[in-house]
């Protein structure tokens, strides 16, 4: 080999490099398995001839995550407030501390003054019957959707009046039999709970006597479902929630969004209290949409049900744990949300900062414009809802590489330019945002 020493010579031994005290502090995040991985690749690397000996371990810490857990925190420049994709509601720092707080052994289902059980999560449902008066009683399950099943598989299985074996019905318009995300359908999920559901009216209109005509001893309520991701328009009519109350059976209203009061901003997205003031048995809602707090699935209404509700087989398996239960009890009782503070973020304060970012960029040699545009609610709410903003706007390219970044900066395309709006990334970001453009490959910038 003329002289020339093997590359496998100079590769470090893994035991001397473990010990290194940088490794063994990333050995406390991501742990040993994960470590070694990386730090196999490094070495490997070395055998190649691409870097150094001296730098593996530089190389092992470039390549590890920040956490043993593949998820990335994401700056969320979309304009879109309540991103599905990007988990819906960022928490609150309060939420974010009991979180971290409740990680460990907590009293979730112990009262340490008497040493006995105690109801789990009673600060988070005492929070929630605290937030919404009307209520009689509250519930938390894992989502939505399993506040809706669990409603639908209880209700149903109850007896009917008439001594008749055959199932219970749900009467809901056809007009609110709604798709609700990555092809999940409404009737599919009631009917994957044994329910019949009894269609009634139209897709555009419904009257009450439609109800009326299919309400019976088969009966175990009536679902009114808020479409909150379409509007349809023109010839149509519902029948409103104090109408229904009339019917003589239970009157299920599915909110979807986790408005709990109205909202001046979102005058048409219904809310829990008033639903419930207008006559409604049960109203079932998401944690994680215009609420800004966890996922999870809001039961609320009267205390008998509930009660049923929370006594069901079923709602064991859609029990909430103590990391949503302290997230949700934070939500309820701390400061606002970051939901909140995007949604009435002013169009004044967005365009004063998204200057500034073009300033800052200008003065680094980058240059890039400041447009007006409008930001959406999203996570199915308010779907007509639009907000004034201000973004700032690059060559198309420059996508990729703020997603692949650390941290990831996710914009959004539209008519050929990559807009980033800083509606929803906090104040305190701003710099973050502006160092992970100006971080993008001189390439980009001569387009």
């Not at 371990?57 to 407030?81: E, K």
């Not at 599915?254 to 997205?269: K, M």
């Not at 949409?289 to 069901?312: C, I, S, W, Y």
Request: charged share 25%.
């Amino acid at each position: 080999m003329d002289g020339a020493v093997d590359p496998r010579r100079r590769v470090p031994r893994t035991d001397v490099l473990l010990a290194d005290p940088r490794l063994a502090t990333a050995e406390a995040t991501v742990g040993r398995v994960r470590l070694k991985a990386v730090l196999g690749a490094a070495q490997d690397r070395v055998r190649r001839g691409e870097i150094p000996p001296e730098d593996v371990v530089p190389a092992t810490l470039a390549a590890l995550p920040a956490t043993a857990a593949g998820l990335r925190p994401v700056l969320n420049a979309t304009g879109v407030v309540l991103h599905t994709n990007l988990g819906r509601a960022a928490l609150s720092a309060a939420a974010v501390e009991a979180v971290v707080a409740a990680a460990g052994h907590t009293d979730v289902e112990l009262d340490l003054r008497t040493g006995r059980r105690a109801r789990r999560g009673r600060g988070a449902l005492a929070a929630l019957a605290s937030a919404v008066p009307a209520a009689g009683a509250v519930h938390v399950v894992n989502n939505g959707a399993a506040a809706l099943a669990l409603v639908a598989t209880a209700l149903t299985a109850a007896a009917r009046p008439d001594g008749e074996a055959a199932g219970r019905e749900i009467v809901v318009s056809r007009g609110e039999l709604v798709e609700i995300g990555d092809g999940f359908r409404l009737p599919d999920l009631l009917a994957s709970t044994g329910a019949t559901l009894r269609e009634v009216g139209t897709t555009n209109r419904t009257r009450l006597a439609d109800y009326a005509a299919a309400v019976g001893p088969a009966t175990a309520f009536v679902l009114k479902v808020h479409p909150s991701n379409f509007v349809v328009r023109g010839f149509t009519s519902a029948v409103p929630v104090e109408e229904l109350a009339t019917l003589g059976v239970p009157v299920v209203v599915d909110i979807g969004s986790g408005l709990l009061a109205p909202d001046p901003l979102l005058p048409a997205e219904p809310d829990a209290a008033t639903a419930l003031r207008a006559g409604a048995t049960l109203v079932t809602a998401s944690g994680d949409k215009l609420l800004g707090g966890p996922q999870a699935g809001l039961l609320l209404g009267d205390a008998d049900l509930v009660e049923l509700l929370r006594r069901h087989p079923l709602a064991r398996a859609l029990r909430v744990d103590k990391l949503t239960l302290a997230a949700l009890e934070a939500t309820l009782t701390g400061p606002e949300t970051p939901t909140w503070r995007a949604l009435r973020a002013t169009p004044a304060a967005l365009r004063l900062r998204t200057e500034r970012l073009r300033d800052q960029l200008a003065a680094g040699g980058l240059k890039a414009e400041v447009v007006g545009t409008e930001a959406v609610v999203g996570g199915g709410g308010a779907p007509e809802v639009t907000l004034d903003s201000w973004a700032l706007a690059l060559p198309e390219e420059y996508a990729e590489p703020l997603r692949l970044g650390d941290p990831p900066v996710v914009g959004r395309l539209e008519r050929g330019r990559l807009l980033l709006d800083l509606r929803c990334v906090p104040v305190d970001r701003d710099e973050a945002v502006r160092a992970a453009v100006a971080r993008v490959p001189q390439p980009w910038r001569e387009r």
